[in-house]
């Protein structure tokens, strides 16, 4: 059975950091695009960050350019968005997603349409 698992939410204060991962399991994550996405109540889910199947292309969206980070582990499965120095208005659900490629293009959000597998989602509020 394939799917894809995030995780690594939680509380965090303004200013700080948090990990998130995106595993695979039952396929390598090494052979696609990957796609963070994010959502709040009431809003339609937008494209945070992505990754190419290559490497050479990642995208971040204006609102998170200098703070978050995408990045691979190919001995792990897994692909991280690290963010630093995050803000309340980063409170939302976050998943990861990949999808028909190519999923990340240079400069383009990635599509919520494009893609078929998705994480379940993975919390992270910002608060003091």
């Known amino acids: 059975q394939v799917h894809i698992v995030d995780s690594g939410g939680g509380l965090v204060q303004p200013g700080g950091s948090l990990r998130l991962s995106c595993t695979g399991s039952?396929?390598?994550?090494?052979?696609?695009?990957i796609a963070w996405f994010r959502q709040v109540p009431g809003k339609e889910r937008e494209g945070v960050s992505c990754?190419?199947?290559?490497?050479?292309?990642?995208y971040y969206r204006d609102s998170v350019k200098g703070r978050f980070t995408i990045s691979r582990d190919k001995a792990n499965n897994a692909v991280y968005l690290h963010l630093n120095s995050v803000k309340p208005e980063d409170t939302a659900t976050y998943y990861c997603a990949t999808g028909y490629p190519p999923t990340c293009r240079r400069g383009t959000p990635p599509s919520r349409d494009a893609m078929y597998y998705w994480g379940k989602g993975t919390l992270v509020t910002v608060s003091s």
């Open positions: 990754i190419s199947v290559s490497n050479d292309i990642t």
């Open positions: 039952g396929f390598n994550l090494t052979y696609y695009g």
